[in-house]
């Protein structure tokens, strides 16, 4: 090798030697929130940064902090952190937001109404950087629907007086038809897709001869098959409570409302012991007639065999059936 190329060979040892000695420092990494838009991909050892919070953040502590770029390549510590800012949650909507009143930046609202109401307004709304949001809440207006036409040969029944040539979704009405004939159906309503129950037939309608219930009669009614909307009473015999709807009605199907029931009393069936039974204490004895009307409470009195003391517990008549506690083993020891 020539002097000449062993110079040249040395020279650029030298020179790469120099270059790869030297450390810098990439871009800093930062948190979510910090704003990272002017940082460069390289820094020379020494140079500073300054830190900030992006827009819609707020700084965990002031003044900005500064980081260097020391000389191991890495920078310093800056412990900053970027908070989003809230936006109040409209207080009607509160109870939606799982106890939530606040919402963070960039956070988004949707917004939709309940079948039977259209949206009036826009169905997003975002969190701005500076505390609030892009749309006020919308409102959720009611379907209106036409005014119903009546049965042919009958009349509608507003539940709501209504006013105008339209009625809004939710709101409901009776057909009734001239005497003695009944509707197919009995109601309608407006509904969600804006439209109305169409008008039922009218048509007779005959209940057959009401039928008798156990324990109980009819009330001065004619055995005889009844009109729609005629009604008949039924009452238990004495001492039997009745369960249910007094009267009954011919329904506009041809069939009646449900009977009511009759319940029986009940006898406590005990020899010996005392009860609580209508406000008083009392020995079975002296309960005459031994007698309790369905639905009525009797408490009997347990023995506490550790204390030799009773304790009240109590049972319910039901329909001739008034089950004793087990705990019951006749008089306790103890004077109640």
């Avoid at 838009?37 to 992006?54: A, D, F, I, K, M």
């Avoid at 169905?123 to 949001?133: K, Y």
């Avoid at 007086?161 to 009625?167: A, I, Q």
């Avoid at 007094?246 to 041809?254: A, F, S, V």
């Amino acid at each position: 090798m020539s002097p000449a190329l062993a110079l040249l060979l040395l020279c650029q040892a030298a020179f790469y030697t120099t270059v790869t000695s030297v450390k810098v420092c990439g871009r800093p990494t930062v948190t979510d929130g910090i704003d990272d838009s002017t940082l460069r991909r390289v820094y020379e050892v020494g140079e500073e940064v300054t830190l900030n919070c992006e827009q819609g953040y707020l700084p965990s502590r002031t003044p900005a902090p500064r980081i260097t770029c020391t000389a191991t390549g890495a920078w310093t510590q800056s412990n900053l952190e970027c908070s989003p800012k809230m936006c109040q949650i409209p207080r009607p909507l509160q109870p939606f937001a799982n106890g939530r009143t606040e919402a963070p930046f960039k956070s988004v609202l949707n917004y939709t109404c309940d079948d039977g109401y259209v949206l009036v307004g826009t169905n997003e709304s975002r969190c701005l950087h500076d505390g609030t949001w892009s749309h006020p809440p919308p409102l959720c207006k009611a379907v209106n629907c036409p005014l119903p036409k009546p049965p042919r040969d009958g009349r509608i029944a507003h539940d709501k007086p209504v006013t105008g040539s339209t009625t809004k979704y939710g709101q409901a009405w009776t057909y009734e038809c001239n005497p003695p004939k009944a509707p197919s159906y009995e109601r309608g309503f407006c509904m969600a897709d804006g439209t109305v129950t169409e008008p039922p037939v009218c048509r007779d309608v005959s209940c057959s001869v009401p039928a008798s219930i156990p324990n109980g009669f009819i009330r001065f009614a004619v055995m005889r098959p009844h009109g729609y909307k005629e009604t008949v009473e039924y009452v238990c015999n004495e001492h039997y409570i009745l369960e249910g709807q007094n009267e009954i009605r011919c329904q506009n199907t041809g069939n009646w409302s449900s009977k009511p029931v009759c319940r029986a009393p009940c006898a406590v069936g005990i020899k010996r012991g005392r009860i609580f039974y209508n406000g008083k204490k009392i020995w079975i004895g002296d309960l005459k007639p031994n007698r309790v009307l369905h639905g009525e409470h009797v408490a009997f009195y347990c023995l506490n065999k550790t204390d030799k003391c009773g304790y009240p517990v109590a049972s319910t008549c039901n329909d001739g059936n008034l089950p004793i506690p087990e705990c019951f083993e006749g008089e306790s020891l103890c004077v109640f």
